[in-house]
């Protein structure tokens, strides 16, 4: 099976890369700009490998989306490119409306073309496979409740409101054309190579520097974290297994409160790699919310369990564990996104 994904060098897309071709015997075309998120040096470890390609291709540019179906001819896409820090999307929506909205409009459209001019045994097996977040669903109140795959869209933030806007658009090209898509919805991922804007690897590598670790309010926004490794895994499964037409929510079941989680991590630090600045909880510093704060968002992951038998194989102990214990030993990796040479060489300026 030969995979069109874009966002591959982004956190989760490398994540599926490295899960296809380590697990599978499928193999991929990664699209993607290269924005400030996407690093090649995420995809070392299989770059080399010839089930492997790379295209550094906007997915708004409709010209070099048809070239790069044309001549790779995948059975399936999956896509993830996307623009996706809130706080970004708060500061400057511009870009989430262009990548997630035009960028998602721009590749169904190419998808649908060439996916009409396939023979019927390729147009029947194709898929396309757009993947999404739970923040769509907006936010619970209170304590219980799960969002499930009927739960009603109500997005808070910019970013959530694009991602909604592209469900809704694959929604209507499966409805209306045919497309054999698949939409799945999942809750925040941790893991290696997690740009250093995101809570976690911020917290973990702020407090090695003795720097403060900034929590927004109280800290009592609750997320529901799957290890990124495990939403691979999902995602494979969805795109080789998944029933055309239907969505899945993927979720890890460990909601966990900001506050909790930046403990967790100062806990496993002063453990494994003490110093002058432990006990790095001290470092915990309260700052201004977020406006349009989401309070808690969690998911009924049943369904993708039930009808594809996926379950996550990390709990929250122990996948922030192996997080925490991957950033000491790329703490290189971290350097060179943090003063900009990962972008500066491959932009050929070093
Ligand atoms: N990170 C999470 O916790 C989470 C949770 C649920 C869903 N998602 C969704 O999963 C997908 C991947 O998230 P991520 O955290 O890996 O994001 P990321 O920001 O780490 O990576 C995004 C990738 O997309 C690329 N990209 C951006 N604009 C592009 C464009 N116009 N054309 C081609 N490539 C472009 C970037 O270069 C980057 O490699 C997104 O669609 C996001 O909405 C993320």
Known sequence: MKLLITGGAGFIGSAVIRHIIAHTAGSVVNVDKLTYAGNLESLAEISDNDRYVFEQVDICDRAELERVFREHRPDAVMHLAAESHVDRSID?????????????????????????????????????????????????????????????????????????????????????????TLITNCSNNYGPYHFPEKLIPLVILNALEGKSLPIYGKGEQ??????????????????????????????????????????T???????????????????????????????????????????????????????????????????EWCRRVQDGSYQRERLGTA
């Open 265 to 331: 991590i100062c806990a496993i630090l002063d453990e494994l790699a003490p110093s002058p600045h432990s006990p790095y909880a001290n470092l915990i510093t309260h700052v201004a919310d977020r406006p349009g704060h989401d309070l808690r968002y969690a998911i009924d992951a049943s369904k993708i369990e039930r009808e594809l038998g996926w379950r996550p194989e990390e709990t929250f102990e122990s996948g922030i564990r192996k997080t925490v214990q991957w950033y000491l030993a790329n703490l």
């Open 222 to 263: 609750v997320r529901d974290w799957l290890y990124v490794e495990d939403h691979a895994r999902a995602l494979y499964q969805v795109v080789t297994k998944g029933e055309v037409g239907e969505t899945y929510n993927i979720g890890g079941h460990n909601e966990k409160q900001n506050i909790e989680v930046v403990h």
């Open 92 to 180: 400057g929506p511009a870009a989430f409306i262009e990548t997630n909205i035009v960028g998602t409009y721009t590749l169904l459209e190419v998808a649908r073309a060439y996916w009409n001019g396939l023979d019927a045994e390729h147009r029947d097996a194709f898929r396309f496979h757009h993947i999404s977040t739970d923040e769509v669903y907006g936010d619970l109140e209170g304590p219980e409740g799960l969002f499930t795959e009927e739960t009603s869209y109500a997005p808070s933030s910019p970013y959530s409101a694009s991602k909604a806007s592209s469900d809704h658009l694959v929604r209507a090209w499966q409805r209306t054309y045919g497309l054999p």
